[in-house]
């Protein structure tokens, strides 16, 4: 039980895919605009990469070596399909908001990553895990950033208002703004991590 708790923690803070890993950098920064955008993309992401983390435990005696990473992307990019089909059919105003992001999922690093790292490597169970972890560590991280710059750049967060929009900041809304709040962001995770490292 500890070892899978340590899993599921491992991903969401000290190996977190973003903030940590810097991994996934095309959805962060891409989808990122307001913390709803930022919220489904993650579980979007998430989703695909639990179902292919445990597809690929369960298949990783019966593909051959040689063709791994192939292998492992065409499972990727089957539940990418499935998600897509699913979003077009039932939340077509989210599949309008995030875009070619959606497809996108499938060459995102952390899916990939983990599947070479642990899914080929380890069980089921355990990979379901790691999964999840790294899955909630990619949801907190885009919807974090996501109200960061809905915030500065518009004065809502999750389309509440906080303070008048003619207050905000419109570079955070755009391209620009995602590289300033990432960084600021990724520079206060590595504070805390190094402050809590110290204790």
């Given at each position: 039980?500890?070892?899978?708790?340590?899993?599921?923690?491992?991903?969401?803070?000290?190996?977190?895919?973003?903030?940590?890993?810097?991994?996934?950098?095309?959805?962060?920064?891409?989808?990122?605009?307001?913390?709803?955008?930022?919220?489904?993309?993650?579980?979007a992401?998430?989703?695909?990469?639990?179902?292919?983390?445990?597809?690929?435990?369960?298949?990783?005696?019966?593909?051959?070596?040689?063709?791994?990473?192939?292998?492992?992307?065409?499972?990727?990019?089957?539940?990418?399909?499935?998600?897509?089909?699913?979003?077009?059919?039932w939340?077509?105003?989210?599949?309008?908001?995030?875009?070619?992001?959606?497809?996108?999922?499938?060459?995102?690093?952390?899916?990939?990553?983990?599947?070479?790292?642990?899914?080929?490597?380890?069980?089921?169970?355990?990979?379901?895990?790691?999964?999840?972890?790294?899955?909630?560590?990619?949801?907190?991280?885009?919807?974090?950033?996501?109200?960061?710059?809905?915030f500065?750049?518009?004065?809502?967060?999750?389309?509440?208002?906080?303070?008048?929009?003619?207050?905000?900041m419109?570079?955070?809304?755009?391209?620009?703004?995602?590289?300033?709040?990432?960084?600021?962001?990724?520079a206060?995770?590595?504070?805390?991590?190094?402050?809590?490292?110290?204790?």
């Amino acid at each position: 039980m500890k070892k899978y708790l340590r899993l599921l923690y491992n991903g969401i803070i000290p190996a977190n895919p973003v903030f940590v890993l810097l991994l996934g950098m095309c959805a962060t920064l891409g989808t990122t605009s307001s913390a709803l955008n930022g919220l489904m993309m993650g579980i979007a992401t998430a989703a695909v990469l639990i179902c292919s983390n445990a597809a690929i435990s369960l298949l990783k005696n019966v593909i051959p070596d040689k063709v791994r990473i192939p292998a492992y992307i065409v499972i990727i990019a089957t539940f990418v399909t499935v998600l897509q089909l699913a979003i077009s059919a039932w939340m077509p105003a989210l599949n309008a908001s995030l875009g070619i992001f959606i497809p996108l999922i499938v060459v995102n690093c952390i899916l990939l990553g983990r599947a070479e790292a642990f899914a080929g490597k380890n069980g089921v169970i355990a990979s379901l895990i790691d999964g999840l972890g790294c899955g909630i560590g990619f949801i907190f991280a885009l919807t974090l950033l996501g109200a960061v710059r809905e915030f500065l750049g518009t004065g809502h967060i999750f389309g509440y208002e906080i303070y008048s929009e003619d207050y905000g900041m419109l570079i955070f809304v755009l391209a620009p703004g995602a590289f300033i709040a990432l960084g600021y962001l990724i520079a206060i995770v590595s504070r805390l991590r190094g402050l809590s490292s110290n204790t």
